[in-house]
């Protein structure tokens, strides 16, 4: 009789993590499916910038309230560590060569879906020129080449970037 429930534990212990994952495959994407998103502030008044191409679009409605919205966008700037060597005894900052195959972040902006915390979409803004004629496949995590640009040229590259991985997603059988 122990040996049963023991059994029977056990198959509802392996089986309700495997039933939660088949439950959330078919959930649409909180791109889809939100209205309301947050902008949170981010340098260069990018944020004003978006918050007007946004509004532009009208597939989300941007707020400045981060309190009942569906998606959150922000911004970040990355964190870099400075070396240090000594010279005489005092120590100062390492001079840092600049790698070509290495990626200059300025900064990354997010969305995330504002219940479950969970990212949706990612660009990275690096400090490269432009390439003209530069056609890649939407994704989640996309890339921004922006030495050059001024803020409003950037903020109309991130919504369009946005809008483009919006669309793939939308146009994509099984995701609505």
């Known amino acids: ?13 392996f089986s309700a993590p495997v039933m939660g994952q088949q439950k959330n495959q078919g959930a649409p994407s909180p791109l889809i499916e939100g209205k309301l998103m947050y902008v949170g502030t981010m340098p260069q008044n990018l944020d004003a910038w978006i918050v007007n191409d946004l509004s532009i679009w009208g597939k989300y409605k941007p707020t400045r309230q981060i309190e009942g919205v569906d998606l959150v966008m922000k911004a970040y700037e990355p964190e870099t ?4 060597k000594m010279r005489k005894g005092i120590p100062q900052p390492k001079e840092v060569r600049k790698d070509p195959k290495r990626k200059n972040v300025m900064f990354s902006i997010i969305v995330e879906d504002w ?5 949706v979409w990612q660009v990275d803004i690096i400090d490269r020129k ?9 994704s989640e995590d996309a890339e921004i080449n922006a030495r050059g640009l001024s803020s409003q040229q950037i903020a109309q590259a991130i919504t369009r970037e946005l809008r483009r991985y919006v669309d ?3 146009s994509q059988p099984g995701v609505h």
Do not use: F, I, W
């Open 81 to 84: 560590e400075v070396q240090y």
């Open 1 to 13: 009789m122990k040996l049963a429930r023991y059994c029977l534990l056990s198959l509802c212990l």
């Open 130 to 138: 432009p390439k003209r004629d530069e056609n890649t496949a939407p």
């Open 115 to 119: 219940v479950t915390g969970y990212q």
């Open 168 to 170: 793939h997603l939308g």
